[in-house]
């Protein structure tokens, strides 16, 4: 079974840290480009950020970049998302998705951890 499993989602004040992790299993994750996305209440998903396989180069929203970081672990078939930062506007429910090698779409979703900033 295909499953993308987020965690690490909390409630933190502005301008802290957080780092969400993302465990795939039933996949070759090595193989996968993973994503991160969010959607804020109200609002449409919007893209986060990426990070390839293979070479692992990471492509950032601008909203997100200089702050946010991606890595992953092909050995622990895991993808995090390091946060710091943080602001009120970044409040949303985080996904992570998988999109096969040679392919354009994401179709392998989580089903999301919430990150609240607020003092």
């Known amino acids: 079974q295909v499953q993308l499993v987020e965690s690490g989602g909390a409630l933190v004040q502005p301008g802290g840290s957080l780092r969400l992790s993302c465990a795939a299993s039933?996949?070759?994750?090595?193989?996968?480009?993973m994503g991160w996305f969010r959607q804020a209440p109200g609002k449409e998903r919007e893209f986060v950020g990426r990070?390839?396989?293979?070479?692992?180069?990471?492509y950032y929203a601008d909203s997100v970049k200089g702050r946010f970081t991606i890595s992953r672990h092909n050995a622990k078939n895991t993808v995090y998302l390091q946060m710091n930062s943080l602001k009120p506007e970044d409040t949303a429910v985080y996904y992570c998705?998988?999109?096969?090698?040679?392919?354009?779409?994401?179709?392998?979703w989580g089903q999301g951890t919430q990150v609240t900033v607020s003092s």
């Open positions: 998705a998988a999109r096969a090698r040679m392919t354009n779409d994401y179709n392998v």
């Open positions: 039933g996949l070759p994750f090595s193989s996968y480009t």
């Open positions: 990070i390839t396989y293979g070479s692992g180069s990471t």
